[in-house]
T-cell receptor, first 111, second 112 residues
Framework: QQQVKQSPQSLIVQKGGISIINCAYE??????FPWYQQFPGKGPALLIA?????SEKKEGRFTISFNKSAKQFSLHIMDSQPGDSATYFC??????????FGTGTKLQVIP | DAGVIQSPRHEVTEMGQEVTLRCKPI?????LFWYRQTMMRGLELLIY????????DSGMPEDRFSAKMPNASFSTLKIQPSEPRDSAVYFC??????????FGQGTRLTVV
């Protein structure tokens, strides 16, 4: 059972553009929604996270938008750079419980 | 802190052999996770421990897979006997239980 659905599977964006990755979850008990960034040959690394009591969180060029009623959340990367090229995973968890990952989005930012 | 440490980084073994992957979590973290990553199936949670106790092993694919956490600073994932379809990158991650998982560099396993 896929509890966190992620789209698109891959994304190509021009340098300076906005990258948008979407996720939807099913379990309303989830209370923590992190995004992970993975470069080739490396493990996923926590990028930014949000709790459901806020609708948006921004850190630099990265923003999470959260819609609790729709059970959806998204990652926006503003002014996308070639160095942002990586695979991005959304995830969801509850305290002291396992982190459930989406299927990943491979982002390529072209100059 | 050096982060989550996994060994070996690469492992090539013959079908039927026993493989043991090792993980040292971040000191003070109380949750430990083993994940497998493949192109076809993405990131799959195999098992996770909380305070050294296995909580959910429903992701362990077969009885050939076993995991132990004898103390708070060490865990192993064993595959016996190994098969070619076990070839993947295996990640260990640890957490303070708030949902933030810190991953190791992974072990790339190739079974020939």
């Amino acid at each position: 059972q896929q509890q966190v659905k992620q789209s698109p599977q891959s994304l190509i964006v021009q340098k300076g553009g906005i990258s948008i990755i979407n996720c939807a979850y099913e379990n309303t008990a989830f209370d923590y929604f992190p995004w992970y960034q993975q470069f080739p040959g490396k493990g996923p690394a926590l990028l930014i996270a949000i709790r459901p009591d806020v609708s948006e969180k921004k850190e630099g060029r990265f923003t999470i938008s959260f819609n609790k009623s729709a059970k959806q959340f998204s990652l926006h990367i503003m002014d996308s750079q070639p160095g942002d090229s990586a695979t991005y995973f959304c995830a969801a968890s509850m305290d002291n419980q396992k982190v459930t990952f989406g299927t990943g989005t491979k982002l390529q930012v072209i100059p | 802190d050096a982060g989550v440490i996994q060994s070996p980084r690469h492992e090539v073994t013959e079908m039927g052999q026993e493989v043991t992957l090792r993980c040292k979590p971040i000191s003070g973290h109380n949750s430990l996770f083993w994940y497998r990553q493949t192109m076809m199936r993405g990131l799959e949670l195999l098992i996770y421990f909380n305070n050294n106790v296995p909580i959910d092993d429903s992701g362990m694919p077969e009885d050939r897979f076993s995991a132990k956490m004898p103390n708070a600073s060490f865990s192993t994932l064993k595959i016996q006997p190994s098969e070619p379809r076990d070839s993947a990158v295996y990640f260990c991650a640890s957490s303070l239980g708030r949902g933030e998982a810190f991953f190791g560099q992974g072990t790339r396993l190739t079974v020939v």
